[in-house]
């Protein structure tokens, strides 16, 4: 298992940008390295959504169409954290954010570990 804890959340104005953070806790045996990471976000009444993700060594990136252009994931391996930058913030984006660790890529809604999540309000 890990522990995952996002920081970063807020509000904002569109046009504006925000970055968020989280912080991973690995299983004993286990490496930060082991996980892939990645950000799903949740809009009220609306399915848990796939925002960006990257492989173990932060080689590689996926993102939503959407998202892309507008928002990098990275990740620090020495210091176990992943995070997102969000640029030019729009109304739509404003949802909450999770950061999920899974062994695996894709990552899945069955297959991730997931933190508690951090609100982001872009108003207009």
């Known amino acids: 298992q890990v522990l995952l804890v996002e920081s970063g959340g807020g509000v904002v104005q569109a046009g504006g940008s925000l970055r968020l953070s989280c912080a991973a806790s690995?299983?004993?045996?286990?490496?930060?390295?082991?996980?892939?990471m990645g950000w799903f976000r949740q809009a009220p009444a609306k399915e848990r959504e796939f925002v960006a993700s990257?492989?173990?060594?932060?080689?590689?990136?996926y993102y939503t169409d959407s998202m892309k252009g507008r928002f990098t994931i990275s990740r620090d391996n020495a210091g176990n954290t992943v995070s997102l930058q969000m640029n030019s913030l729009r109304p739509e984006d404003t949802a909450v954010y999770y950061c999920?660790?899974?062994?695996?890529?894709?990552?899945?809604?069955?297959?991730?570990?997931w933190g508690q999540g951090t609100q982001v309000t872009v108003s207009s």
């Open positions: 990257i492989s173990w060594s932060g080689s590689t990136t």
């Open positions: 999920a660790a899974s062994l695996r890529l894709p990552i899945t809604p069955t297959s991730a570990y």
């Open positions: 690995a299983a004993s045996g286990r490496t930060f390295s082991s996980y892939a």
